[in-house]
C-alpha cells in the first residue's frame, strides 16, 4: 500500500461549505506534501474560489499543489464509449439484433454517472504522484452511489461468477488453447468477470482502508444538515465504510471546536490567510482516524 495517495472525502449537504473547506485542507496539507485538490461535483465551485480557470487537468496553485475539476460529460463519454466497445465486442455474433440501437437506452442507465466517476477518480489516483488527494464530492446520493459502486459491483460479479460457472459446466463451453506440447483451458467470458472482481475488491479495500482512504462529514449548526449527516453516517455503516469525521462549519467565532464563518472567502490569499489563523484546528482535522 505504500507509495499510493490517500484520499479525504468530504460530504456534507449542499451548502454546508464542503469545496471551501476541502480547498482550505488542500492548501493546508501542501505546505509540507504534494496535494491534489479534485472536485468529482458536477457543479463546480473551486475555479471561483480560487479566481482561476480550473480543467479537467490538474493545475499548479502553487508549490505542492494541484487541482482540477472533473469534465463529468467528457468521463461520461469515456465510460460509454469504453462499455460499448466491451458490449459489443462480447455479443459480436448478436450484429444481426442491431446491437446500436440496444445500446442507446444503456447511455440513460442510472448507474451511468457513478461509473464515470469512479473511473475519472481512478485515473487521477494512479496518475497522480500526489501523497493526498483531497476530494470536493458531489451531492450526497451521488457520493454515496460512488461509494457503494464497489460492494454493489461485487454483489453482482458474485452472481455472474457463480452463473456462468453453472453454464460452463453444463454446456462445456471452455476454449482449449494449445501451446506446445501442453494444453490450457480458458473461458474467455468469466476471465472478464474475474478481471472485474479483482478491480472492484481492490476499490473498495481501499475505500475501507483508513491509510487510504478517509470520509468528512461537514455540517453547520443548522438543524437540517445534522439531519442529513445522520442519514449519512448511517448508510456508510451499511457499506461497511470507515466512520467518518465531523467537521463543524461557519460557526460563531467563539466556538473553540468549528471552523468560523469568513465573508468574503475567495483568492488564494484569502484563504491561506484563513488556514494559517487555524492551522492547529485543520492539524487535529487531518489526524489520522484510528487515533481518534
Not at 477518480?121 to 452511489?145: F, K, Y
Not at 444538515?225 to 462549519?249: V, Y
Not at 471552523?259 to 484569502?270: D, M, S
Request: proline residues 4%; aromatic residues 8%.
Amino acid at each position: 500500500m505504500s507509495g499510493q495517495p490517500t484520499l479525504l472525502f468530504f460530504m456534507g449537504k449542499g451548502g454546508v461549505g464542503k469545496s471551501t473547506l476541502s480547498a482550505l485542507t488542500a492548501l493546508y496539507l501542501s505546505r509540507r506534501e504534494e496535494t491534489l485538490l479534485l472536485s468529482l461535483d458536477p457543479a463546480h465551485n473551486l475555479s471561483d474560489l480560487f479566481e482561476t480557470d480550473l480543467g479537467d487537468r490538474p493545475k499548479s496553485l502553487g508549490k505542492r499543489l494541484q487541482a482540477a475539476e472533473i469534465d463529468v460529460d467528457r468521463w461520461n463519454r469515456r465510460y460509454l464509449k469504453e462499455a460499448e466497445s466491451r458490449f459489443k465486442k462480447a455479443y459480436a455474433y448478436l450484429t444481426s439484433f442491431n446491437l446500436d440501437k440496444h445500446f442507446a437506452v444503456i447511455r440513460h442507465a442510472p448507474g451511468v454517472m457513478p461509473h464515470a466517476l469512479t473511473q475519472a477518480l481512478v485515473h487521477h489516483v494512479n496518475t497522480t504522484t500526489a501523497r493526498w488527494i483531497v476530494v470536493d464530492t458531489p451531492p450526497t446520493a451521488l457520493t454515496l452511489s460512488l461509494l457503494g459502486l464497489p460492494e454493489l459491483s461485487l454483489l453482482w460479479l458474485r452472481q455472474l461468477r457463480a452463473l456462468r460457472a453453472s453454464i460452463v459446466e453444463k454446456h462445456q463451453l471452455i476454449h482449449t488453447l494449445r501451446l506446445g506440447n501442453r494444453t490450457f483451458e480458458r473461458d474467455r467470458v468469466m476471465d472478464n468477470i474475474n478481471r472485474q472482481y479483482d478491480y472492484w475488491h481492490g476499490l473498495q479495500q481501499r475505500y475501507r482502508d483508513t491509510a487510504l482512504s478517509r470520509l468528512f462529514v461537514i455540517e453547520n449548526e443548522a438543524t437540517l444538515s445534522q439531519k442529513e449527516n445522520q442519514r449519512i453516517i448511517q448508510q456508510l455503516k451499511a457499506l461497511h465504510l470507515p466512520e467518518p469525521k465531523i467537521c463543524l462549519n461557519k460557526t460563531d467565532s467563539t466556538n473553540p471546536k468549528g471552523f468560523p464563518r469568513a465573508l468574503p472567502l475567495t483568492g488564494k490569499a484569502a484563504l491561506r490567510t484563513y488556514m494559517e489563523k487555524y492551522e492547529e484546528r485543520f492539524r487535529g482535522l487531518i489526524a489520522d482516524q484510528s487515533s481518534s
